[in-house]
């Protein structure tokens, strides 16, 4: 009688694993075929009935996963009619037809998805020291673990036999164990040495210092084998190649088939956490509640999430595996743009105010300036003016160049702003960027070189002075009782400062204007409360940090776009070389030349302190190197982040005052900071940092007339390294280092911080324009008819934008 049990047995697996045609190597359809030619000949009757369900001649694979679930459940219910007596008379059932029918939304399963919410540490085999472990990698739910997707995997699917085996290739075999032996090598090298063969021949195997293998392996054990096939003595042979069992009821996790290659940290390795991934994806994908409409599915052809993430980490080809790519990095930006279109409409919210515009005033105060604007300039400034007109709050990003001239654009809508009687609040990162604009804002204004005292009263335009003022969080308190108060009378026109602007004892007058420096160093949070602080002020946010329009479109979805392209005229271009490091006592001589020319010169670290995990120069140890060793006779300065707010100021003015020859610091100085005296920018181990980040540093030199010059040290720089050195060393546009530090880095590490306010991004790449538009399209589509997302076919995709959203601006505020 034949065994209904064994097919009963892979039905149940290939339901366990989420209908991936994952339960038996090679498919469904050729186990069920295998199955049904032993039925043909042990019971034919029973053959003949079940020939009626459609099991000999299957065609599963062709099936979209809800297809596959009605199957596989009515075939189980017909096996229970069989075992119960009944299989003469079994249940009518079609079998599966090449012709796809319309998509099904999808039938709820189990365990619940609030499983997914658990620590790892309730999975089977993680305990307290493995998650520690993942938790340096991000992960530390099941969720996580689900979205720890791999970087690449490995094409072990072409299996071969013995005798078509190439040198040098990846190959994969299925073989039978002939002969396994530990071999001694020195005194504590153990290697597994084993013969495997086929029908065509045979072929060594040598697991080098890896005696578990012998131990695993038996004569006659029938194995797959995948990796690199080496040469020895003119022979093929494995070396330290994947294996597992060959069972065909079982399912292949590193060999034969496409195999994931995961980020790794110390104490965890890849046989372990494939292993760990596969029995998870298989037990909770199917956990994962479906975020998209049936209709937006079946618009864009999208796989089913749970298929999704499963093919994402074990795909059954590699047609699947970009399905899947394409689902999850549609579902991302999506998400995004939703998210972005929903920061718009809380800035925009509610009733603005609609300034004034006195063209008299903006001419009176451009007429007072010692140059005159750049076209790109007077166009945006037409941009900005044009949204402060109306009574909805501007919400707009100024994007310009390092020196293309975005401050003097914001103090003439700052103006503006106070001719038409509102408050200004201008907020930098640092407080040393605040000090600055302060004093460049007072300059302008026909106050001087010098600051002063931290409020001033200056030169107005239009018939009225200007009350400018500097709050940052270091002042003196009854100076800080002294300011807030001034803010709070509305006696401060403009206020230029830090976080100190959003505390809770600042009160506004009437805040009809917040500009954000550097805005994408300031959480989501941050920027609303000091929305809260007047009644829906116009936003000019403004980066230094030039970014490519598709990807300024996603950061900044939120934002209308202006861009400064052009440089002022005169703005030199910087001579940058990039040297070895046994180069660097011809860079030594050449700073120590141009500080005897009577100028200055920055020297950059990557750290601060050193670090025996990371090979790369620190700053305190560096200038005390540099201060003993090499220019014991110049004045040295050290700045980082770890300093007190006093101390960091007090560096920089006498650095900017000059009386400090050579400055040593981090990137710290990466933004903003302006010492016209300066003209060398040393960069040290510059191969750690993006295309963005060093030209960011170049800029902080070629601010006065004197020819400036960059210099950049590289150890031993990777080969993506090597390319963005190349390119900073012929490339000055900042707008064609973003692109090519996009291409390089991703979005991920563009900024060198993870203050962009947004969710990470693990599937997505941002220069695929058609999926980024197809999912802006979609989104705005979302937003339009729903923009509460209050719908029923919406109400996941609410649950999971809040969890994304709320998640990202937790670790921002």
């Not at 339901?15 to 991936?20: P, Q, T």
């Not at 060093?694 to 902080?700: A, V, Y």
């Amino acid at each position: 009688m034949l065994d209904v049990g064994a097919l009963r047995r892979v039905l149940e697996l290939e339901e366990k694993k989420a209908y991936g045609d994952t339960a038996v190597i090679g498919g469904l359809d050729r186990f069920l075929r295998n199955w049904s030619s032993k039925a043909i000949v042990s019971d034919p009757a029973l053959a003949r009935r079940l020939g009626k369900l459609g099991l000999n001649s299957p065609d599963y694979a062709s099936l979209i996963v809800a297809e596959r679930r009605a199957w596989v459940n009515k075939v189980l219910g017909s096996l229970d009619g069989l075992k119960a007596g009944n299989a003469g008379k079994p249940p009518p059932f079609p079998k599966p037809q090449v012709k796809r029918a319309k998509p099904k939304p999808p039938v709820a399963v189990s365990p619940a998805s609030a499983s997914l919410a658990a620590s790892i540490t309730s999975i089977h085999g993680i305990n307290v020291a493995t998650a520690a472990k993942f938790k340096k990698l991000g992960v530390e739910t099941v969720r996580d673990l689900l979205y720890f997707f791999p970087n690449r995997h490995l094409d072990y699917s072409q299996r071969k036999t013995v005798s078509q085996l190439e040198v040098g290739r990846e190959e994969t075999i299925i073989a039978n164990v002939w002969e396994v032996r530990l071999k001694q090598f020195g005194v504590h090298q153990k290697n597994t040495e084993a013969v495997v063969g086929d029908e065509t021949g045979n072929i060594r195997i040598v697991w080098f210092n890896n005696p578990y293998v012998a131990r695993a392996l038996k004569t006659n054990d029938r194995i797959v084998v995948s990796g690199r096939v080496g040469e020895f003595k003119h022979a093929p042979v494995f070396e330290s190649p994947e294996w597992e069992p060959a069972d065909e009821e079982g399912d292949l996790i590193h060999t034969g088939r496409l195999v994931p290659v995961y980020p790794l940290t110390a104490g965890l390795y890849p046989r372990q956490v494939r292993k760990l991934l596969k029995e998870v994806v298989s037990r909770y994908a199917p956990a994962v509640e479906e975020n998209l409409p049936f209709s937006i599915r079946q618009r864009r052809s999208l796989l089913e999430l749970p298929e999704a993430i499963a093919q994402a980490h074990y795909p059954d080809n590699v047609g699947l595996k970009d399905r899947a790519r394409v689902r999850l990095a549609f579902d991302e930006l999506l998400l995004l743009q939703l998210g972005v279109l929903g920061r718009k409409r809380d800035w925009q919210g509610g009733r603005g105010n609609a300034f004034e515009i006195r063209e008299e005033t903006l001419k009176e105060f451009l007429g007072s300036l010692p140059f005159k604007l750049t076209v790109a300039q007077h166009r945006v400034l037409g941009e900005i003016i044009g949204d402060l007109k109306k009574a909805q709050p501007m919400s707009r990003l100024l994007q310009g160049d390092v020196g293309s001239g975005k401050t003097v654009v914001a103090l003439a809508v700052m103006l503006v702003a106070v001719a038409s009687g509102y408050q200004a609040a201008f907020m930098a990162p640092t407080e040393i960027l605040a000090e600055q604009h302060f004093r460049t804002i007072n300059r302008l204004l026909g106050g001087g070189e010098d600051g002063g005292d931290y409020r001033r009263t200056l030169r107005g335009f239009g018939g009225r002075p200007v009350e400018l003022a500097c709050l940052l969080g270091d002042v003196r308190q009854a100076k800080k009782r002294e300011l807030q108060g001034g803010i709070g009378r509305g006696e401060l026109d403009i206020i230029v400062g830090t976080h100190a602007l959003i505390q809770k004892g600042v009160t506004f007058d009437r805040l009809g204007l917040v500009v954000v420096d550097e805005q994408h160093r300031f959480g989501v949070e941050q920027r609303l409360a000091l929305k809260q602080k007047g009644n829906s002020p116009h936003m000019l946010a403004m980066t230094a940090t030039p970014i490519p329009r598709t990807l300024a479109l996603t950061l900044y979805g939120d934002l209308d776009l202006s861009v400064i392209g052009e440089m002022p005229p005169g703005r030199q271009v910087i001579k940058t070389k990039w040297l070895g490091s046994d180069q660097r006592p011809q860079a030594y001589g050449f700073i120590r030349r141009q500080v005897q020319a009577g100028h200055q010169a920055f020297i950059i670290c990557p750290l601060i302190l050193e670090s025996e995990a990371v090979a790369a120069k620190a700053a305190v140890a560096e200038y005390q190197r540099l201060r003993r060793e090499v220019f014991p006779d110049l004045e040295l300065g050290l700045l980082h982040g770890r300093m007190k707010a006093a101390e960091k100021d007090l560096v920089m003015r006498r650095f900017r005052d000059g009386e400090l020859n050579l400055l040593v610091s981090t990137a710290v100085v990466e933004v903003g900071i302006d010492v016209p005296n300066a003209t060398v920018m040393m960069v040290e181990s510059a191969d750690r940092f993006g295309l963005s980040q060093l030209h960011q540093f170049r800029g902080r030199v070629g601010r006065g007339a004197a020819q400036s010059y960059c210099i950049l040290i590289a150890e031993s720089p990777s080969e993506i390294g090597q390319k963005r050195l190349d390119i900073i060393e012929r490339v000055n546009d900042g707008f064609v280092l973003a692109e090519e530090d996009l291409k390089l880095r991703g979005p991920g590490e563009f900024f060198g911080t993870r203050q962009s306010g947004l969710p990470d991004l693990r599937m997505a790449h941002l220069s695929d324009v058609a999926l980024l538009e197809m999912a802006r399209s979609e989104a705005q589509a979302i937003f339009k008819e729903d923009a509460g997302l209050a719908k029923p076919e919406h109400r996941q995709l609410a649950v999971e934008l809040a969890r994304v959203w709320q998640h990202r601006d937790t670790e921002l505020s």
